[in-house]
């Protein structure tokens, strides 16, 4: 029983440690991540008539197409809404 409670207390004071040392960390050095996440995730994305997009699966030419976010397809497909 002893030796369950040591080994809790070693556990609990290693993810401290690990904490403390993730947050004193020096700021990430490339603001773009940092800004990235804070723009607005727009509900549906329309691609332009004759552009062509790239994207990791290969590239597409536009033709009105629109992309919905998943959570507006989500919330379409459970409320009923757009």
């Known amino acids: 029983m002893h030796l369950k409670m040591k080994n809790y207390v070693s556990l609990i ?3 401290l440690l690990t904490s403390c ?4 960390s020096p700021p990430v050095l490339n603001a773009r991540k940092i800004n990235d996440s804070a723009l ?11 552009e062509t997009y790239q994207f990791q699966e290969g590239a597409i030419t536009g ?10 397809y989500m919330r379409a497909v459970i409320i009923g809404d757009k």
Do not use: C, R
């Open 21 to 24: 040392g993730l947050k004193s």
């Open 13 to 15: 004071l290693l993810l």
């Open 40 to 50: 607005y995730d727009p509900p549906t994305v329309h691609l332009i008539d004759g």
């Open 63 to 72: 033709k009105g197409q629109a992309f919905h976010s998943h959570y507006s």
